[in-house]
């Protein structure tokens, strides 16, 4: 489903390949009609949004948000173990599985990054990615209230995802809002993020349950 790619592109950092495919990118929404109405007002005022600042200045907002704010990392692991050891294992089992479905990605790229994840889901069965995006759905849920406290477009694009999910479970994004990863980025948050025990939370679990008639089993990823 390429609602998925279309997201994942409007997460990614902006250059002028994204604002060149913004019309592309809004005919795809439009031509596959998953979103719900209040889901596609939120993606096309984002939409506008890019289209309409300077590049440069839209690449500035775009790195302080997501680059210089830790609670707001497109990292997913990072709002689930930090730096613990966990977070290595998971994103290699995350990269064999990108392998198995001939995802590539560049070395400055971590498995775990939000859009090169969504690009993922779009080349697997819709059933298979809307399980997947389920165990996802907490850390993205997250991002979405920390963005639109800022009151960021980018809260739109970070809705849309989580309303494509098969479930949320409200017990794991309450326990996300309160673990590694703070809604702070004092330095004094910082520090007492790092001592703090990590959700224990991964992307797979719903993965023994998803997939199709002739396609790969997809393995759990934790």
């Known amino acids: 489903m390429l609602t998925f790619k279309a997201l994942g592109a409007l997460l990614s950092y902006p250059g002028e390949e994204l604002v060149a495919a913004l019309p592309e990118i809004r ?4 031509e596959e009609h998953v979103l719900k109405i209040d889901m596609m007002v939120g993606v096309e005022a984002l939409i506008d949004r890019l289209g309409a600042i300077d590049l440069l200045e839209l690449q500035e907002i775009y790195v302080g948000l997501f ?3 830790r609670s ?3 990292h997913l692991y990072e709002h689930v173990w930090g730096d613990a050891r966990e977070r290595g294992q998971a ?5 064999t ?3 198995l479905h001939n995802v590539s990605h560049t070395e400055s790229e971590l498995p ?7 690009e993922f889901l ?16 907490p850390v993205i849920d997250v991002l979405r209230e920390r963005l639109a406290k800022r009151q960021s477009p980018y809260a739109g ?10 479930k949320v479970n409200p017990a794991v994004i309450e326990q996300l809002s309160k673990g590694a990863v703070l809604d702070d980025d004092s330095f004094e948050a910082l520090d007492r993020a790092w001592e703090e025990e990590p959700v224990r939370f991964g992307l797979g679990e719903a993965a023994p349950t998803c997939g199709s008639p002739g396609t790969t089993p997809l393995q759990p990823l934790s």
């Open 91 to 95: 994103m290699v089992r995350l990269q």
């Open 157 to 166: 694009a970070a809705a849309a995802l989580v309303s494509l999910a098969t």
């Open 27 to 30: 005919d795809v929404l439009r």
């Open 97 to 99: 599985l990108y392998k």
């Open 122 to 137: 779009s080349l697997i069965p819709e059933k298979a990615a809307r399980a997947f995006l389920s165990d996802a759905a």
């Open 67 to 69: 680059d210089r704010s």
């Open 72 to 74: 707001l990392s497109l």
């Open 112 to 118: 775990d990054y939000l859009p090169l994840f969504c």
